[in-house]
């Protein structure tokens, strides 16, 4: 059979060799539907508030309209089974905070592995925790006070966590553990939830994301204890943290982050990682990310690969030493 190139399709091929990085991506994504950014959780958390201000600037980036969709459930493993069935071709992504790496170490049924089955794009932001208590559930106005109340009574107050395996949930464990107690703990399905009952008084404490708490501590809807940080806040600095508090060396800082289905091609992770990067750069986004408490993060793929299988081995360690068993 004889191949012919016609003068149209050599000046469309000289034309497509020509495209500056990111065109091509735009070119094919023009004429296609909208694309999803899957949050794994109920909205009103800090996961669902990012993902919603980052997909406008996606959309101009890439030329094509991005939604946000949630699909919550079983602490992210639903979103994130979605995605990890999705095709390669960038059209559905994940937005998650690390908590995404925790699937096998909570829940016994996880279809995927986290870390084979996706394709790391871009982190976002990082994110500080703080200790959060009902004010009127909870009398202690320090963790000192909160300490011997907890002891003496640790099912008077429960904990409300988004999700098994996340920053809430690691704290709150590791609490316990250093006081000898087992704490009365409720998961949620998302941080959105868990406030609305905290603030209701069915939970009494909450180790929550700064993102949707700073407002509440502002209003006086909640009083906060301590920050989960190695060091205290600007944003709180009158709020001490919780290694001065009664529980040297304990921190633990969340990060945001963005992925897509494995076997994702190079050129398209770098081509949405450029985009999400623009984004996050934005003037009008970083002052916004700032106001809610977070750090952006501007790294590429290979970097945060690298940071994924750094936390691996934390969160190994850190599960074997609260005794967190998958349920």
Known sequence: MRHVITRRLALGLGAAAALPPGAEL????????????VVPFAPGGTTDTLARLITPKMSERLNQTWVVENRSGASGVVGGEFVSQAAPDGQVLLISPKVHLMARYVIKAVSYDPYADFTPIARLAEEP????????????????????????????????????G?????VA??????????????????TGPAMSDLIAGTIALMVAPMAPAIELIRNRQVKALAVATAERLPAL????????????????????????PKRMSPSLRDSL??????????????????????????????????????ERAANERLVAEVGIKPE
């Open 26 to 37: 735009r070119a094919q994504t023009a004429q296609r539907g909208p694309a999803r950014l």
């Open 129 to 164: 925790y703080v200790l959060i208590a009902n004010p009127r559930a909870v009398e202690a106005n320090d963790v000192a006070a909160l300490i011997a109340a907890l002891r003496s009574n640790p099912e008077r107050y429960a904990f409300g966590y988004p999700s098994l």
């Open 166 to 170: 996340s920053v809430s949930h690691l």
């Open 173 to 190: 464990a590791s609490m316990g553990k250093s006081l000898g107690i087992e704490p009365l703990t409720i998961a949620y399905r998302g």
């Open 237 to 260: 600095p009158d709020v001490p943290t919780l290694s001065e508090s009664g529980f040297p060396g304990l921190s633990n800082v969340d990060w945001l982050a963005i992925w897509g």
């Open 273 to 310: 990682a450029e985009a999400i990067r623009l984004g996050v750069e934005d003037a009008a986004i970083t002052r916004r990310m700032q106001e809610l408490g977070l750090r952006p993060v501007v790294e590429t793929p290979a970097r945060f690969e690298a940071l994924m299988q750094s």
